[in-house]
T-cell receptor, first 115, second 116 residues
Framework: AQKITQTQPGMFVQEKEAVTLDCTYDTSDQSYGLFWYKQPSSGEMIFLIYQGSYDEQNATEGRYSLNFQKARKSANLVISASQLGDSAMYFCAMREMEYGNKLVFGAGTILRVKS | DTGVSQNPRHKITKRGQNVTFRCDPISEHNRLYWYRQTLGQGPEFLTYFQNEAQLEKSRLLSDRFSAERPKGSFSTLEIQRTEQGDSAMYLC??????????????FGSGTRLTVV
């Protein structure tokens, strides 16, 4: 079974609007962390935001926020006020304490911001 | 410290040749990870080190692949007898045990391997 599922292969958003990128996960571990990374065409993986399984509040980092719904096992990324530079591939990833702290990634969503 | 450095950035090799990639992590980071990413997919875990000890290897890491981190600093990933299916981006990441859990892992820019 897939550990991380990103169901949107591609998304378009108008500049200055908000966009939600979906992520669902599967784990039996009680202690885990969820990450979002951005990968521009240049290839580097840029850390955006982190949510711990025990965190009661949704994580926020500037224009990024994570909509964490633990019972539904979803961790959607919300980008507010989209900018042209947000066009990139976005990956959701999970780290499970039980499995050595390595990250497991989803297949990614490519986001295109239109002017 | 300029982050995680990977060399070379690009490598083209003929099938059957051996290749070696190098990763220099952030100096104080004690954990180092190798991932492989094929076109249009997310990175797949290959192996990781804590200091010089290799703690886990994925089943993706066939016997043609070997990784080392001899002094707990830089790491090398060697692929012997390369095959066309080895063509991918090889990413290295590092973290400091105790902080990686909260602040993510720092990735290098990757080595893109093309086997012809």
């Amino acid at each position: 079974a897939q550990k991380i599922t990103q169901t949107q292969p591609g998304m378009f958003v108008q500049e200055k609007e908000a966009v939600t990128l979906d992520c669902t996960y599967d784990t039996s571990d009680q202690s885990y962390g969820l990450f979002w990374y951005k990968q521009p065409s240049s290839g580097e993986m840029i850390f955006l935001i982190y949510q711990g399984s025990y965190d009661e509040q949704n994580a926020t980092e500037g224009r990024y926020s994570l909509n964490f719904q633990k019972a539904r096992k979803s961790a959607n990324l919300v980008i507010s006020a989209s900018q042209l530079g947000d066009s990139a591939m976005y990956f959701c990833a999970m780290r499970e304490m039980e499995y050595g702290n390595k990250l497991v990634f989803g297949a990614g969503t490519i986001l295109r911001v239109k002017s | 410290d300029t982050g995680v450095s990977q060399n070379p950035r690009h490598k083209i090799t003929k099938r059957g040749q051996n290749v070696t990639f190098r990763c220099d992590p952030i100096s104080e980071h004690n954990r180092l990870y190798w991932y492989r990413q094929t076109l249009g997919q997310g990175p797949e875990f290959l192996t990781y080190f804590q200091n010089e000890a290799q703690l886990e290897k994925s089943r993706l890491l066939s016997d043609r692949f070997s990784a080392e981190r001899p002094k707990g600093s830089f790491s090398t990933l060697e692929i012997q007898r390369t095959e066309q299916g080895d063509s991918a981006m090889y990413l290295c990441a590092s973290s400091l045990l105790g902080t990686g859990e909260n602040y993510g892992y720092t990735f290098g820019s990757g080595t893109r391997l093309t086997v012809v």
